[in-house]
């Protein structure tokens, strides 16, 4: 199996399955810490009108019938196509957000891989990086986007991020 966790490996699962960043737009993971310190399943049925996944694990849904877009990426430096297809997603997450659907973008942890989406999903509704990086620390957790690799990407832009990481390190 492909290894798609790397910079949350040492940080406590938040304390609630997911979280309202913005109106509709909830950000979450597979699994969380209940209020007597026990490791929770987060299974999504019918909460949610679309789920946007990059990681996945069976048994967590969401239900039958439930739109589920499914995009896993490490939580570590990402290829060119893996920036592209990030900044793709959060386009269509924005476009269900203004249709009026309810989306939640989620992880493993829901920290950093479901960060940077739901980070660039806000900037694609007029946000600038930082305040969307903000408001996704203060509704999730303050360890939320502490990659810093992808909080490189979301202040520089995701179009630039793709072309630098597409160079070559010079000989």
Known sequence: ???????????????????????????????WIDDHGELQAAVVTDEFDVVFSLFTRPGH???????????????AP?????????AELAVMAAEELTAGRKVLV?????HNRSGL?????????????????????????DQALNNATFVDYLTTGLSVASLLSGLEAPI
Do not use: K, Y
């Not at 790397?6 to 109106?23: H, I, K, L, S, Y």
């Open 1 to 31: 199996m492909r290894r798609t966790r790397e910079g949350d490996r040492d940080t406590p699962p938040p304390r609630a399955p997911w979280n309202e960043v913005a109106e509709r737009l909830w950000m979450g993971g597979h699994e």
């Open 61 to 75: 849904g969401p239900g039958p019938g439930q739109r589920h877009v499914v995009h896993e990426i490490p939580d």
């Open 78 to 86: 990402l290829l060119p196509a893996q920036i592209d297809r990030v």
């Open 106 to 110: 989620r992880c493993r942890v829901g």
């Open 117 to 141: 989406l739901t980070a660039q999903t806000l900037i694609e509704l007029g946000h600038d990086a930082r305040t969307a990086i903000g408001m996704v620390r203060r509704a999730r957790s």
